[in-house]
């Protein structure tokens, strides 16, 4: 049985890109670590709105929160044996993420931003129960660059969405491998040190996958 993850990727406010990545895969049990990182979990339980976050979202700020705090670690012991699971990942762009991982050292954690999540919470619940097409654009026809500028965000800001199927954690690393996308845009913002300030949302897509939403911004 097989599945298909979307990744998509909108950058604000000097120029728009939007970059899509198809990827087939076997559905697989996904190797977590048992214990979580403490450090991870005690910063992300220490920002405001944590709790009302939905599950799914919850566990994306995780693992996105992860590979900023040790880029090499994350590499290691969580990307590593997901790789090996699966083969067809094993491609030049996880090279290249690994060089970066280990190149960019330790990065500021994001912090959450109650506009973003409410923005991102609100463009996953509409898309997924309304069961349309992945995009940046609301079903209303709303774009990015509107729904940012209606949550008050005032300075940069950047969107990466995905449709999960598996787990959570397998659409992080998907958007960090960015196969097939020359620009790399999914993996650029998540290691951007200029972003600070994250939304998450997830909702229920179809009968068992997630549209996940991470909006970005840098310090309000």
Not at 29 to 48: F, H, K, L, M
Not at 129 to 157: K, L, Q, V, W
Not at 199 to 208: M, N, R
């Amino acid at each position: 049985m097989y599945r298909v993850l979307t990744v998509w990727l909108l950058l604000l406010p000097f120029f728009s890109l939007s970059q899509l990545s198809m990827i087939e895969l076997e559905v697989k049990n996904v190797p977590e670590p048992a214990v979580p990182d403490s450090v991870v979990e005690s910063w992300n339980r220490s920002q405001p709105g944590y709790q009302n976050l939905p599950t799914q979202a919850k566990q994306l700020l995780y693992w996105t929160n992860y590979g900023r705090n040790n880029p090499e670690k994350f590499w290691d012991s969580i990307i590593t044996p997901v790789l090996r699971l699966f083969p067809p990942l094993q491609v030049a762009e996880a090279e290249s993420l690994r060089n970066d991982l280990m190149r960019i050292g330790p990065l500021p954690m994001f912090l959450l931003n109650k506009k973003l999540v409410k923005s991102a919470q609100a463009h996953a619940a509409d898309i997924g129960e309304n069961n349309a097409a992945p995009s940046h654009r609301s079903t209303n026809g709303t774009d990015f660059g509107a729904r940012m500028n209606r949550a008050g965000i005032r300075y940069c800001a950047n969107e990466n969405i995905s449709v999960s199927s598996q787990r959570i954690l397998l659409s992080v690393i998907l958007l960090y491998l960015d196969i097939n996308l020359p620009e790399l845009g999914h993996r650029k913002t998540l290691l951007n040190p200029n972003l600070r300030e994250i939304g998450v949302g997830s909702a229920l897509y179809g009968k068992d996958q997630y549209f996940l939403v991470q909006d970005f911004a840098c310090s309000q």
